[in-house]
């Protein structure tokens, strides 16, 4: 329970992140959060109009809760502010054959980058010319389903794969498009960027050392493969455009620099992806047509300070799109205040679900915000950690995060901006169930992607003996 005065005038107060302030009424929702279709009625937390409690009573918990107007709403907004660029969703972010087809259905292109995701979204209709296809370790029959399959462009990572697309190509009798994946020496955080110490990665050829220019080189030189650009992407949860000024600068010149020494003027670029969400009141991100105006006026610039014709550019929103379109409802198991060092008090909220789930808090250090999803509570608001059911310290859902002091077990949580990385980079740990998707609009919800049950797990084992 919290001090008559509020949490923070109790002895031995546990230290605030400095952007999380104790509400005024912990029932509140904070719109940028969440959904655009997400609302509180009577304390019920309802999504493109159903009720959260009513879902996990058909479903149960935890699930992912897919509003399907926003994700289309989110997609449209990036196609018509990017509207000469070519589009493409990062389905890294989160992809199934449902949303592959709204992606395709809303005029943008996809990104994939293994035989799973490029399956999925063949599965799912996608014209192949409208896919892209990333990774920097492909092997050559992955390679060959994709040439085969007649996507529309390989994004190559290393000499390796130039070689080996190369031979694929030729035996096949065909010819595949190509982007060179350039490492520009520039890294975005949130609203910093640092422009050294970053060669030092898996991705990509690097600019400085003269990679790049001979990947070029080997690209043009090889029989099979066509030349279409330069693909650069420097970072994720990007709030601004500063580090996509520098990127373009160092991008753009070795443009030009293929023009003249290479003699082929390249009709394309890539600018990457990375663009951010909010994931709690700390996190300001930018609206799509802002970051259109931004990152087109640096290219216009840079292009004629250079004196060269701008090429085709495109881009790869992932998690800008799908990630606040979806959320988590998961289900308090137990309530547990634990005392810490002078006299201060941690409450950790167990819910059914966890790190299994969403793997980013461990991961990544990320932050997250929840709300009590399931009624209405006036009891004042206490300062708790939630957290998973895994046999593992780390398994943090939620760090920190004002709830109201009266949550009990049953009650239901929900956390919003889940929709990227999270059920992608889902796991089986100590055996758990991986949740399903339920796609919600006007009232309707339905499954996208079924819960995992016993026999899936038991399926692959192939030690199992009956009897």
């Not at 085969?148 to 190369?166: C, K, N, P, Q, Y």
């Not at 293929?258 to 300001?284: K, N, R």
């Amino acid at each position: 329970m919290t001090h008559e005065a509020g949490w923070a005038h109790a002895p031995g107060a546990l230290r605030l992140p400095s952007w999380l302030r104790e509400p005024t009424d912990p029932n509140e929702l904070v719109p940028l959060l969440w959904s655009s279709t997400t609302r509180k009625v009577e304390g019920d937390l309802t999504v493109g109009g159903v009720a959260l409690a009513d879902l996990a009573a058909e479903f149960n918990t935890p699930a992912y809760v897919l509003d399907e107007d926003d994700f289309r709403a989110r997609a449209r907004a990036f196609r018509d502010a990017f509207a000469d660029y070519d589009v493409y969703y990062a389905g890294k972010a989160f992809l199934c054959t449902t949303i592959a087809r709204w992606v395709a259905e809303e005029g943008l292109h996809l990104d994939v980058c293994s035989p799973g995701e490029l399956a999925v979204a063949l599965r799912a209709g996608v014209d192949p010319a409208r896919i892209g296809y990333h990774g920097n370790n492909k092997s050559h029959p992955e390679l060959r389903r994709a040439v085969d399959a007649g996507v529309g462009r390989i994004i190559v990572d290393s000499f390796t794969e130039i070689a080996r697309l190369a031979q694929v190509a030729t035996d096949l009798g065909t010819t595949t498009s190509v982007m060179i994946r350039v490492t520009a020496g520039v890294e975005a955080h949130t609203h910093e960027y640092i422009a050294t110490a970053h060669e030092d990665q898996k991705f990509g050829f690097s600019i400085t050392s003269g990679d790049a220019l001979e990947a070029v080189r080997r690209v043009v030189a090889a029989e099979g493969l066509e030349l279409l650009g330069l693909h650069s992407h420097i970072g994720s949860q990007i709030f601004d455009s500063s580090g996509f000024e520098v990127a373009a600068r160092r991008v753009l010149a070795l443009h030009a620099r293929v023009a003249s020494e290479v003699g082929l003027t390249m009709p394309e670029m890539d600018l990457g992806g990375g663009f951010g969400i909010a994931y709690t009141t700390q996190d300001d991100p930018s609206e799509p047509a802002q970051l259109a105006i931004e990152m087109s006026k640096i290219v216009e610039h840079e292009c004629r300070a250079l004196g060269i014709e701008q090429p085709r550019l495109s881009i790869e929103p992932g998690r800008a799109i799908v990630g606040p379109s979806m959320c988590t409802v998961y289900t308090v198991g137990t309530v547990k205040p634990v005392a810490l060092d002078g006299g201060a008090v941690r409450t950790y909220v167990s819910v059914d679900g966890g790190m299994s789930d969403n793997i980013r808090t461990a991961l990544y250090d990320a932050d997250y915000s929840c709300t009590l999803a399931s009624r209405v509570s006036q009891a004042p608001p206490m300062l708790a950690r939630v957290v998973g059911m895994h046999c593992e310290a780390g398994d943090i859902v939620v760090k920190d995060e004002f709830l109201p002091s009266d949550l009990t077990p049953g009650d239901l949580l929900a956390v919003p901006g889940t929709g990227a990385y999270c059920r992608s980079m889902a796991s089986n740990y100590n055996h758990a169930l991986r949740p399903p998707v339920i796609a919600v609009k006007d009232g309707v919800a339905r499954v996208v992607v079924r819960r995992e049950t016993i026999d899936d797990l038991l399926a692959t084992d192939v030690g199992a003996v009956d009897g």
